[in-house]
């Protein structure tokens, strides 16, 4: 498991009591109680260390390499899946996968960006960031799904759209401006989670949902946090101030009311139990799914715009 700066003396505590397990099952002397102990010990340091996460700390664990990505949540939620590649117009994204599959058994269009587990996978996906014909790839998806009236499940993870020269020459704004249009007008359920990082339009592109969730340590946020200290301080080393002042958590955003709930994470989080965290978004998806059937595609239209219409008033 690749390390948290923060998470360093767990780490060193568990393996530990790896060493001391493979030494108990090669002797005959038994050291079970001391590895209670020190289990007990990492269990508690791990519990201190997860109920007072910083801005700054959650952007680490929100982009943990080992946190569930696209393709688990398919593999465990979705079955029948069928992937539907190109936007028409240019090329495959694979940096935003989509298609359609059964969730609990509905017919449904699914999407979301994929990062990547190792250096392979990462440039195939191009780390999550999709470029223009990405999200002309969305919007071809979404017009299917009100064609034949499936809900569409979006899964966010992206530090956001891809800034490259060539991106930029085929329309990279105008792309995520008309995605953005698209989930404005599009007569069924949308459901998003965001499950790691939520980057700026590139992540907004695909989350104008009746329902927007968060994992309880991911992040949500119009630019990086060293972008932004990059842009007001002059300089990345503010980070962390920039994490605090963009307000990008999940109980920031559920409190300023731009968000619709947070789903848990298991103690320690998501990178830990991929499983678990998966089932959890599972069923907050559900239950999301079966409040908005059955449907009156006019009033979901109007109630999403009205919606988004609304963030930020009050304030």
Same mark, same amino acid.
């Given at each position: &498991?690749?390390?948290?700066?923060? *998470?360093?003396?767990?780490?060193?505590?568990?393996?530990? +009591?790896?060493?001391? @397990? /493979?030494?108990?099952?090669?002797?005959?002397?038994? +050291?079970?109680?001391?590895?209670? @102990? &020190?289990?007990?010990?990492?269990?508690?340091?791990?519990?201190?260390?997860?109920?007072?996460?910083?801005?700054?700390?959650? %952007?680490?664990?929100?982009? /943990?390499?080992? =946190?569930? /990505?696209?393709?688990?949540? +398919?593999?465990?939620?979705?079955?029948? $899946? *069928?992937?539907?590649?190109?936007?028409?117009?240019?090329?495959?994204?694979?940096?935003?996968?989509?298609?359609?599959?059964? $969730?609990? #058994? =509905?017919?449904?269009?699914?999407?979301?960006?994929?990062?990547?587990?190792?250096?392979?996978? @990462?440039?195939? /996906?191009?780390?999550? &960031?999709? =470029?223009?014909?990405?999200?002309?790839?969305?919007? @071809?998806?979404?017009?299917?799904?009100?064609?034949?009236?499936?809900?569409?499940?979006?899964?966010?993870?992206?530090? #956001?759209?891809?800034?490259?020269?060539?991106?930029?020459?085929?329309?990279?704004?105008?792309?995520?401006?008309?995605?953005?249009?698209?989930?404005?007008?599009?007569?069924?359920? +949308?459901?998003?989670?965001? %499950?790691?990082?939520?980057?700026?339009?590139?992540?907004?592109?695909?989350?104008?949902?009746?329902?927007?969730?968060?994992?309880?340590?991911?992040?949500?946020?119009?630019?990086?946090?060293?972008?932004?200290?990059?842009?007001?301080?002059?300089?990345?080393?503010?980070?962390?101030?920039?994490?605090?002042?963009?307000?990008?958590?999940?109980?920031?955003?559920?409190?300023?009311?731009?968000?619709?709930?947070?789903?848990?994470?298991?103690?320690? #989080?998501?990178?830990?139990?991929?499983?678990?965290? %998966?089932?959890?978004?599972?069923?907050? %998806?559900?239950?999301?799914?079966?409040?908005?059937?059955?449907?009156?595609?006019?009033?979901?239209?109007?109630?999403?715009?009205?919606? $988004?219409?609304a963030c930020g008033r009050g304030l």
């Open positions: &498991m690749s390390q948290l700066e923060f *998470e360093k003396p767990i780490l060193e505590l568990e393996a530990k +009591i790896s060493e001391l @397990r /493979h030494v108990s099952s090669d002797s005959e002397v038994n +050291i079970g109680d001391e590895i209670k @102990r &020190m289990q007990d010990k990492a269990n508690r340091l791990l519990q201190q260390a997860y109920t007072k996460l910083t801005p700054a700390q959650k %952007v680490q664990v929100a982009r /943990h390499q080992e =946190r569930p /990505h696209f393709k688990d949540y +398919i593999e465990h939620l979705i079955t029948d $899946f *069928e992937p539907l590649a190109g936007d028409r117009n240019f090329a495959e994204d694979n940096a935003l996968p989509g298609g359609i599959g059964r $969730f609990k #058994g =509905r017919a449904c269009v699914i999407m979301g960006h994929e990062k990547g587990h190792d250096t392979e996978t @990462r440039l195939h /996906h191009n780390f999550g &960031m999709a =470029r223009p014909e990405g999200y002309r790839k969305a919007q @071809r998806l979404m017009k299917m799904a009100s064609q034949f009236q499936l809900p569409v499940l979006t899964f966010v993870d992206t530090a #956001g759209a891809y800034p490259g020269m060539g991106a930029e020459e085929r329309g990279q704004s105008e792309a995520i401006a008309k995605s953005i249009e698209q989930c404005l007008r599009t007569d069924v359920p +949308i459901i998003s989670t965001i %499950v790691g990082e939520g980057g700026s339009g590139g992540a907004i592109a695909i989350a104008v949902a009746d329902k927007v969730y968060m994992l309880e340590h991911s992040i949500y946020s119009v630019i990086s946090p060293e972008g932004c200290a990059s842009i007001l301080w002059r300089s990345a080393d503010y980070a962390e101030d920039a994490a605090t002042a963009l307000k990008l958590t999940a109980q920031d955003l559920y409190q300023l009311k731009l968000i619709d709930g947070i789903i848990s994470e298991p103690m320690g #989080g998501a990178h830990r139990h991929k499983e678990e965290t %998966v089932a959890n978004v599972g069923q907050q %998806v559900e239950a999301a799914l079966k409040a908005l059937t059955p449907w009156d595609g006019q009033q979901l239209i109007k109630k999403r715009r009205e919606k $988004f219409i």
